[in-house]
């Protein structure tokens, strides 16, 4: 394709390189090949059920861990709005009726007085509409406080990030899933007294989040008894993707730019890979619970974080033995563990030094799963890699050939799914960092059709984080309670019991 002088200096501006442009206008046009499956993961074959004296053993590991002082950060991605959770009130703002007609509208409605942000939301409808909620409603005016929840000059909740909305009602005031995660990173992921949390936050919204974040740090400081480190990225544009024309062809805006995109959340690897610490905790921002539920949570957190750092240990020991030349026993013992413990089969069952070397020295990273119960996500697999080994990974639907009989069963029968609860540990056996970009497989990013100014366009995501971004790491899947997984998709998620 040529491109023009125009569209070198704007790619140029993005920091992204022709070739890089070459290559995803190929793939857009011929797209991802599927992944070759093996197995869905299940308890006993890639995914690990510890006992009560097992997650014991692992909590006092994590503690043991954390007393040594070792560099741990809670890294949130919080840059996602807010506003596909208000899809269906916005429907409503914009409908041909006025009073509430669809069970969602219904409930929204019957229960407002249960949502965290009720008193912020009757304190805005006071003031722009001169009466209050409940008068509001008895005179049949619903979409004027739909309005002030969603609009600008009311809680802006429609364009606000999720990070910044009121989820949880507590006596002395609501919170927001930010300051849920400050209160988590004090109970799990705090060494020395120290909390470190990383927020990665959209350009347009990052000084709002830091002004907030300073107004509430302190009192969960004090509370907690730790000094938090509270650090902030965004999104890199040079991980911006170009999007095409249903042919293949760049989609151009109406003065001839093309149209970039965020690439999806693998772009993070890049700010993860910027991230100094030994030990680096992930989950959605929006995966919260209040207090009084917290302490399942904090207990999986430490259990997951305990697995990785035993296993480290090993993996660790492990390379030191092949550093000094290890006996053929020896060497027995790594093939035991890489394949029993870290779950890597390796291709013609061919495994000597440099193999073990190969499949020991990468990052690691632990992932809660938890029983499928038809939420939407990826879910665990062990799968074909590039070198013809097999791993553990975790899929997304759109990475899964279905026209393939036997992956389809494997796909709809899997017994758990991806909550994105991961801890992952960064540094090589010398201390070193992983460049964790060079463990990406970039051979599976996602098309998926969107449109702007009506006009239809095809969207390239890249590696998803915790799919292909995180392809060739060690991974190993532990069961948790599905207590510890509570997503807020749409706002009356609010109102499901674990988050009143």
């Not at 510890?50 to 997650?55: F, G, I, K, L």
């Not at 509208?105 to 407002?112: M, P, R, V």
């Not at 990052?206 to 730790?226: C, H, I, L, N, T």
Request: overall charge negative.
């Amino acid at each position: 394709m040529n491109l023009s002088e125009k569209d070198l200096q704007q790619i140029a501006a993005r920091g992204i390189s022709a070739a890089q442009i070459e290559t995803q206008l190929h793939q857009a046009a011929t797209g991802f090949p599927f992944l070759r499956l093996e197995a869905a993961a299940a308890v006993g074959n890639g995914i690990v059920a510890p006992t009560a004296a097992e997650r014991k053993e692992y909590v006092d590991a994590w503690e043991q861990y954390k007393a040594e002082g070792h560099g741990i950060v809670k890294f949130v991605p919080a840059s996602g709005a807010a506003s596909r959770m208000f899809k269906n009130m916005f429907s409503f703002v914009d409908a041909d009726y006025d009073v509430p007609t669809t069970d969602f509208e219904k409930k929204y409605f019957n229960e407002i007085e249960k949502f965290a942000f009720y008193d912020a939301l009757d304190a805005v409808c006071v003031k722009n509409e001169g009466k209050g909620i409940k008068a509001l409603m008895a005179e049949g005016n619903y979409k004027a406080v739909a309005s002030n929840m969603l609009k600008k000059e009311g809680l802006n909740y429609g364009q606000l990030p999720k990070g910044m909305l009121l989820f949880h009602k507590y006596p002395e005031g609501p919170r927001t899933p930010m300051e849920e995660h400050l209160v988590e990173g004090a109970l799990y992921a705090a060494s020395k007294g120290e909390a470190h949390v990383h927020f990665t936050v959209s350009h347009e919204h990052m000084e709002f989040f830091k002004q907030k974040v300073a107004e509430k740090a302190d009192g969960f400081a004090q509370k907690y008894g730790v000094k938090y480190d509270i650090s902030f990225s965004e999104q890199k544009p040079s991980t911006d993707t170009i999007a095409t024309n249903p042919d293949g062809t760049p989609f151009r805006e109406a003065d001839g730019s093309m149209l970039f995109r965020p690439g999806g959340h693998g772009a993070l690897i890049e700010n993860l890979n910027e991230i100094e610490a030994d030990v680096i905790f992930i989950k959605n921002i929006d995966n919260v619970v209040p207090d009084r539920l917290k302490p399942e949570t904090v207990e999986w957190k430490q259990v997951i974080a305990g697995v990785l750092v035993s296993l480290q240990k090993k993996a660790f020991r492990y390379l030191e033995l092949l550093d000094k030349g290890a006996t053929e026993a020896e060497l027995q013992e790594m093939a035991a563990f890489v394949e029993k413990e870290l779950c890597c089969q390796p291709k013609d069952n061919k495994v000597d030094a440099d193999y073990l070397r190969r499949k020991l020295n990468r990052p690691m990273r632990v992932c809660g799963v938890v029983k499928n119960v038809g939420e939407p996500g990826g879910g665990p697999f062990l799968t074909y890699n590039q070198d013809g080994t097999v791993s553990l990974q975790i899929l997304e639907s759109s990475q899964i050939d279905t026209a393939n009989e036997e992956y389809m069963k494997m796909f709809t029968q899997g017994t758990h799914f991806n909550p994105v609860d991961l801890v992952c540990a960064v540094k090589d056996y010398k201390g070193q960092p992983f460049n964790l970009p060079d463990y990406v497989d970039k051979s599976t990013g996602f098309i998926s059709s969107k449109s702007k100014g009506g006009k239809e366009l095809k969207a390239l995501e890249l590696p998803g984080l915790w799919n292909g971004a995180m392809s060739d790491w060690n991974t190993v899947f532990v069961e948790v309670p599905l207590g510890t997984f509570n997503p807020v998709k749409t706002v009356n998620d609010l109102l499901r019991d674990q988050h009143q």
